[in-house]
């Protein structure tokens, strides 16, 4: 028995080492809450001591990073600053920096180094950003390996006219500061997704993001608009993701997050929607939810057609601070849609409006227990009150940052 202390030391250095991340479902998401709690009023208490918190709105993201006129030279400090179920999420924090200085995308069996595929697709981490304003039209979905951020910030850079991001079977991936709009179906190619490894594509859905089996994911401050699916859907098993401070627009099925209602394994699924703008032009799915636990905290929605959030399969959603603007229509008011079940069925699913401001008629129905245990997997941070959500999401979608000044 005298290896025994030796495996239990071998095994807690695992557990504890940075770059051991669960892929797993958050077991206790109250633990989360109370973590971005703290982390909210020690940034407060902060700004209050150092006197500029005209630098903020409340945002816990942005005061992260935004006050610092140096960001460009601590890029990978943003990687920290992540709130919610994807808040594990370190993209490429540990690995080099990579500059992105060809826009182009001839070959997506063999990219050249210096364009945006070959640094996605290399197997160590990376952190990605461009040499200069550039737009990308990829020929193939860019297909992501692990342990990456693609980071804006810095240049104006599209990723438009062609397929988009495809985040499969990976875990730690960041998009940050980019703008995804016009994205197409690609397929029916051979697309490499390592140096070790190319394969045959079928045709693709057209999404900006599609997320598929992938975990520990953070997309943030991005404007996606107007592409051939979803902007950004999360099917196949994946969990512990965050989407934050996006700007989405002209735009049908928004967010499907939950493959199909047949497929189970998305019961594990937790995702974290915070400080987004649904503006413009957007129809419904913001998002449409399956099975798993949804957090739709502090959110703007100013424009929708059908509805705003619905869902089938019994998932659990927790609304909590958001702004609700209902359209002029009387017949499109209702914030929820219950999909696919009769009212037999939907009136046991756990759906919850806490604090949030409904307005020009909007009301959401409720459903299931006001306060169940269930509500606990689907909770990743405290809510600020909505009448804030104007200023928590006035910087929402890509930024325009500068060298040398505060972002």
């Known amino acids: 028995m005298a290896f025994l202390p030796l495996f239990s030391i071998l095994l807690l250095l695992l557990l504890f080492s940075p770059n051991f991340i669960s892929s797993s479902p958050l077991q206790d998401p109250q633990v989360v809450v109370q973590e971005v709690n703290e982390k909210v009023e020690n940034v407060t208490m902060a700004r209050r001591k150092l006197g500029y918190l005209s630098c903020g709105a409340g945002n816990p993201v942005d005061d992260c990073w935004r006050c610092d006129p140096s960001w460009e030279k601590n890029r990978q400090r943003l990687a920290d600053c992540a709130i919610g179920f994807g808040k594990d999420a370190t993209g490429g924090r540990d690995g080099e920096i990579y500059v992105v200085t060809d826009p182009g995308d001839d070959d997506p069996v063999n990219p050249k180094p210096g364009t945006l595929r070959y640094a996605v697709i290399q197997n160590e981490p990376l952190w990605i950003i461009f040499a200069r304003?550039?737009?990308?039209?990829?020929?193939?979905?860019?297909?992501?390996?692990?342990?990456?951020?693609?980071?804006?910030?810095?240049?104006?850079?599209?990723?438009?006219?062609?397929?988009?991001?495809?985040?499969?079977?990976?875990?730690?991936?960041?998009?940050h500061g980019i703008n995804i709009h016009d994205c197409k179906s690609g397929g029916n190619a051979y697309v490499r997704d390592s140096p070790e490894h190319y394969g045959w594509r079928t045709v693709s859905d057209g999404d900006g993001v599609s997320i598929?089996?992938?975990?520990?994911?953070?997309?943030?401050?991005?404007?996606?608009?107007?592409?051939?699916?979803?902007?950004?859907?999360?099917?196949?098993?994946?969990?512990?993701?965050?989407?934050?401070n996006n700007y989405l627009t002209h735009h049908d099925k928004v967010m499907l997050l939950g493959h199909s209602d047949t497929y189970t394994q998305d019961k594990n699924m937790q995702v974290t929607i915070a400080f987004n703008h649904f503006g413009e032009g957007l129809v419904q799915r913001m998002p449409r939810c399956r099975h798993g636990y949804f957090h739709v905290v502090n959110n703007d929605y100013t424009h929708w057609e059908m509805y705003a959030i619905g869902g089938s399969a019994d998932p659990t959603i927790n609304s909590q601070g958001n702004r609700f603007l209902a359209p002029n229509d009387g017949f499109n008011k209702e914030v929820t849609k219950h999909e696919d079940a009769p009212e037999s069925e939907w009136k046991n699913w756990n759906w919850r409006s806490e604090g949030d401001l409904m307005l020009n008629g909007a009301f959401f129905t409720p459903s299931g227990a006001g306060a169940s245990s269930s509500y606990a997997k689907a909770s990743s941070l405290g809510a600020r009150p909505s009448s804030l959500v104007s200023s928590i999401t006035a910087g929402a979608g890509a930024l325009v940052c500068k060298r040398g000044s505060r972002c």
């Open 133 to 175: 304003d550039m737009v990308i039209k990829l020929k193939e979905e860019l297909i992501m390996n692990s342990f990456k951020t693609i980071d804006g910030r810095g240049a104006s850079v599209h990723i438009a006219g062609g397929p988009c991001i495809t985040i499969q079977d990976v875990t730690n991936i960041i998009i």
């Open 212 to 244: 598929f089996g992938g975990s520990h994911i953070w997309v943030d401050h991005c404007s996606l608009s107007n592409c051939n699916d979803g902007l950004i859907d999360a099917i196949h098993g994946s969990t512990a993701i965050t989407i934050s």
